[in-house]
């Protein structure tokens, strides 16, 4: 069964990264995969939470949220905190995201990344990742020349979506796609082919070794070639 949009089953959606967005922020990038739009930014904000007050390191930390209207239909802003969806966004954003760090001795101070979703078409929270990178590898820059300690910024994360869908492994999964899966992982990884994250599950049905590791085969791939758009955005 073909995809809806005509894809290959390797294929990546059009993908563009906008660095420097946001005029305001320490960094900030504008990541497109088709139909998910993400803004991300990251700010240097002096001080750091209590567990790492004294210890002269920094921290990086995200925030992940929704506009009403990024989806076909409207939900309501969390006006009360963010709800368990999330939260469970949010820290595997900063869990990736730390793990692009070559140190946190850079200083008490949090970088604090921001991923908000414009428009919603599968895989938001993997587009802030990949975005989000892009826009903390400027913030220790800036960060790195104004306190003169070498930039604390290690190496490029990034992830993408991966699942079987009417019993074809798929990259890079829309909506319609991440909708209909018999089963969907995130991946994450750090260049050049660490693993930080998978999170892998069988919605509709269970699969087989063989299957896991064309799935992760194919995030692979993928993920090689976020990499070489990240490092085309930033200059590298």
Known sequence: MSRPD??????????????????????????RMGGTLVHCTASVEPGVPGFKKGSGEGWVTAEYAMLPRATLERTSR???????????????IGRSLRAAMGTMAFGE?????????????????????TGGC???????????????????????????????????????????EDRDADVDANIVMIEPDRFVEVQGTGEHATFSRPELDRLLELADAGIARLFEAQRQALGW
Request: a neutral charge.
């Open 6 to 31: 005509g894809r290959a089953p390797d294929a990546l959606r059009p993908l563009a990264l906008e660095r420097n967005a946001n005029p305001y922020a320490e960094g900030s990038c504008l990541i």
């Open 78 to 92: 969390e006006r009360n905190g963010a709800g368990g969806r999330t939260q469970e966004i949010q820290r595997l």
């Open 134 to 176: 892009v826009a903390l590898a400027d913030a220790c820059a800036w960060l790195a020349a104004r306190t003169g300690v070498p930039t604390p910024f290690g190496t490029l994360v990034a992830a993408i979506s991966v699942g079987i869908v009417h019993g074809e492994p798929r990259l890079d999964l829309a909506y319609a």
């Open 109 to 129: 101070y949090t970088i604090r990344v921001d991923c908000d979703v414009l428009q919603a078409d599968g895989g938001t929270r993997t587009a802030g990742i």
